[in-house]
């Protein structure tokens, strides 16, 4: 299993920008996709968004996309995500996670991500 942390998150206004990281450890990385969930006060975790293991295709929510990007950096064994023009919905704690197949395509959902960080919260004040 993988062992991600995810560092980051904080109080933003609206409209402002955050960018996530999730350092990964434990296992290779570079051979599987990542992705980004977040959980708001009382609603069920969400998906927010996913990158394929090679890096070069992503999947994204349709209430993040053109404002949230992600990305990875093998070498480093990390992945991140680029937040900006921030609103108060978005407001949540973020979790990386690793999805535990090989080369898979993306995926949205949670079972299929079998190592979770322990989370950031972001807090975006209107």
């Known amino acids: 299993q993988v062992q991600l942390v995810e560092s980051g998150g904080g109080l933003v206004q609206a409209g402002g920008s955050l960018r996530l990281s999730c350092a990964a450890s434990?296992?290779?990385?570079?051979?599987?996709?990542m992705g980004w969930f977040r959980q708001a006060p009382g609603k069920e975790r969400e998906f927010v968004a996913a990158?394929?293991?090679?890096?070069?295709?992503?999947l994204y929510t349709d209430s993040v996309k053109g404002r949230f990007t992600i990305s990875r950096d093998n070498a480093k064994n990390t992945a991140l995500l680029q937040m900006n023009s921030l609103k108060a919905e978005d407001t949540a704690v973020y979790y990386c996670a690793f999805d535990g197949a090989l080369r898979s395509k993306l995926r949205t959902g949670i079972p299929f991500y079998d190592s979770w960080g322990q989370g950031t919260q972001v807090t975006v004040s209107s």
């Open positions: 434990g296992r290779t990385f570079s051979n599987n996709a």
């Open positions: 990158i394929r293991w090679g890096g070069g295709n992503t």
